[in-house]
T-cell receptor
Framework: DAGITQSPRHKVTETGTPVTLRCHQT?????MYWYRQDPGHGLRLIHY???????DKGEVSDGYSVSRSKTEDFLLTLESATSSQTSVYFC????????????FGPGTRLTVL | AQTVTQSQPEMSVQEAETVTLSCTYD???????LFWYKQPPSRQMILVIR??????QNATENRFSVNFQKAAKSFSLKISDSQLGDAAMYFC??????????FGKGTRLHILP
C-alpha cells in the first residue's frame, strides 16, 4: 500500500467554521490531488498539486483552497464550511501526473451541520 | 468536454461466474488513458486495471480484463470467477495527458454466494 494518510478521518463541524483536512504521503510523489465523493456523482477533482507551492483548480474548486509547503503534505481548507460541502474527501498521489496510476488515501468523512 | 458514462448503477453476479461492467466515454482525442478503480466497503480506492489508448492489446490483471473498443469509445471490465471479495463499487475513469482525470459515477457490484 502507498503510504498515504489523511487526518482527521471523521469530522463534524458547523456551518461557517473553517476546516482544514490534511493529506500526508511518505512516497515522495510529485503529484497530489483532492477529490470529493458524493452519491450519484462519483469522484470529482477539487484541487491538485504538481509540486511544492504549485497548485491548480479542479472541477469543483469553489469554496476550497489548498496549500503545499512540503512535498509530503497537501492541505485542503474549507474557508467557511457549508452544508453542501458535507462529503467524503479523498486525497490521492501519483508519481507521473494524472495519466499515471493514482494511489488513494483512506478518505475523510466530513459532516457540516 | 470529456465524459465518462457507466450505464449500470448496480449489478449482481453469482459467485464463480463471470460479469462484465460497461463504460463508455466521449473524447475527440487519440492519446489518452483509461482506468478501472475498485472501492470496497472500506472506502479505499484501488486501481484494478489501466489501459493506454495507443495500445491495441487489451490489458489484463489476473481475473480482471478489459475489452477496449477505441472506435466505439467503449472500455468494459470483465471479472472472471467472481469472488465475494470482488463486491465493491467500480469506477471507470478517463484521462488525457496533462489533463485532469474524469470518473464515471460508478457501478455497485454484488456477489451472490
Amino acid at each position: 500500500d502507498a503510504g498515504i494518510t489523511q487526518s482527521p478521518r471523521h469530522k463534524v463541524t458547523e456551518t461557517g467554521t473553517p476546516v482544514t483536512l490534511r493529506c500526508h504521503q511518505t512516497e515522495n510523489h510529485r503529484y497530489m490531488y483532492w477529490y470529493r465523493q458524493d452519491p450519484g456523482h462519483g469522484l470529482r477533482l477539487i484541487h491538485y498539486s504538481y509540486g511544492v507551492k504549485d497548485t491548480d483548480k479542479g472541477e469543483v474548486s469553489d469554496g476550497y483552497s489548498v496549500s503545499r509547503s512540503k512535498t509530503e503534505d497537501f492541505l485542503l481548507t474549507l474557508e467557511s464550511a457549508t452544508s453542501s460541502q458535507t462529503s467524503v474527501y479523498f486525497c490521492a498521489i501519483s508519481r507521473g501526473g494524472s495519466t499515471d496510476t493514482q494511489y488513494f488515501g483512506p478518505g475523510t468523512r466530513l459532516t457540516v451541520l | 468536454a470529456q465524459t465518462v458514462t457507466q450505464s449500470q448503477p448496480e449489478m449482481s453476479v453469482q459467485e464463480a461466474e463471470t460479469v462484465t461492467l460497461s463504460c463508455t466515454y466521449d473524447t475527440s482525442e487519440s492519446d489518452y488513458y483509461l482506468f478501472w478503480y475498485k472501492q470496497p466497503p472500506s472506502r479505499q480506492m484501488i486501481l484494478v486495471i489501466r489501459q493506454e489508448a495507443y495500445k491495441q492489446q487489451n490489458a489484463t490483471e489476473n481475473r480482471f480484463s478489459v475489452n477496449f473498443q477505441k472506435a466505439a469509445k467503449s472500455f468494459s471490465l470483465k471479472i472472471s470467477d467472481s469472488q465475494l471479495g470482488d463486491a465493491a463499487m467500480y469506477f471507470c475513469a478517463y484521462n488525457r495527458r496533462d489533463d485532469k482525470i474524469i470518473f464515471g459515477k460508478g457501478t455497485r457490484l454484488h456477489i451472490l454466494p
